[in-house]
């Protein structure tokens, strides 16, 4: 039995703060232009990164949206209630971004020519990331007992299901030249290589002098500084700041000061197990 904080939607627990049955048909019947572009994340993957810089790498590096429009707005989430509201004020191209996986995209989005983003990070770091944002977020269940909340991400009684099955779901889009793989690590290690591969990717020819630019405004340092971007406008009856940062640590690695040794076999032996016999390879050990 799942509490009141969610709707069940294809068998994936959605926070009723966000999503509504109206949203998500919404969702489903959203009109894709061949222009737009969707960064697709499982939470805690990297979204607010992305909603930082796909609007500056699509204008040319312009800083005004990144300082005037909170992120929500200037790259909405495809199936949150909002965006009915604000559809109307995105200019083409449109950048969104979707925790959703690949088969409960729009049909609309399968016939055209959208490209597509996926920022896969390593799901020990997410499983640390999401056990702080339950903490904070108001409209989600409380995680309990770190050991505990290991055992309901495994099992994906969070928010967007398993882990591994929305990998899956991405890894197997049949999307050809229309899908970019890339990961948080190596946005975290080198970010301007990171923008310009996005750059290339949505043939955007920015100046090395650009992306340098892009890189540094869109810094963890940045975003963390910027209200436009760092969810402190939130009322703090729906995110309680003093309970954990929204933007943590911004780091890679860090489930290494959480996870214990009992903890990390069971993990890793069941994300092995969702993952065996796929024809796909993760970018880092899991060990």
Not at 20 to 31: C, I, V
Not at 155 to 168: A, D, I, L, Q, Y
Not at 187 to 206: A, G
Request: proline share 5%; charged share 20%.
């Amino acid at each position: 039995m799942y509490s009141s904080k969610y709707i069940q939607y294809h068998g994936l627990l959605l926070s009723t703060a966000a999503h509504s049955q109206e949203s998500l048909e919404y969702a489903q019947n959203f009109p894709v232009q061949d222009t737009d572009v969707f960064a697709v994340t499982y939470p805690k993957s990297g979204t607010v990164w992305m909603q930082e810089i796909l609007p500056l790498v699509l204008n040319g590096g312009d800083l005004t949206p990144i300082h005037t429009i909170r992120n929500h707005d200037r790259v909405p989430w495809l199936e949150f209630k909002r965006l009915a509201e604000i559809v109307d004020k995105l200019t083409s191209p449109r950048a969104l971004v979707t925790h959703l996986p690949y088969n409960l995209m729009p049909l609309s989005f399968h016939a055209s020519k959208a490209k597509v983003i996926y920022v896969m990070r390593n799901p020990k770091d997410i499983l640390v990331s999401s056990y702080y944002f339950h903490q904070m977020a108001a409209f989600l269940d409380n995680p309990g007992t770190f050991d505990e909340f290991v055992d309901k991400f495994l099992e994906g009684r969070v928010p967007f299901g398993k882990w591994t099955e929305h990998v899956k779901s991405w890894k197997h889009a049949e999307l050809a030249d229309r899908i970019l793989f890339i990961t948080y690590e190596e946005m975290v290690q080198d970010l301007p290589t990171s923008i310009r591969r996005i750059s290339d990717f949505l043939c955007c020819n920015l100046s090395e002098d650009v992306i340098q630019k892009i890189a540094e405004h869109c810094s963890f340092q940045s975003m963390k500084a910027n209200t436009m971007s760092n969810f402190s406008l939130v009322p703090k009856e729906y995110m309680d700041s003093d309970k954990s940062p929204f933007l943590r640590k911004g780091i890679a690695g860090d489930w290494k000061n959480h996870l214990g040794l009992e903890q990390l076999v069971r993990f890793v032996s069941v994300i092995n197990e969702e993952l065996k016999g796929e024809n796909f390879s993760l970018p880092w050990s899991l060990d």
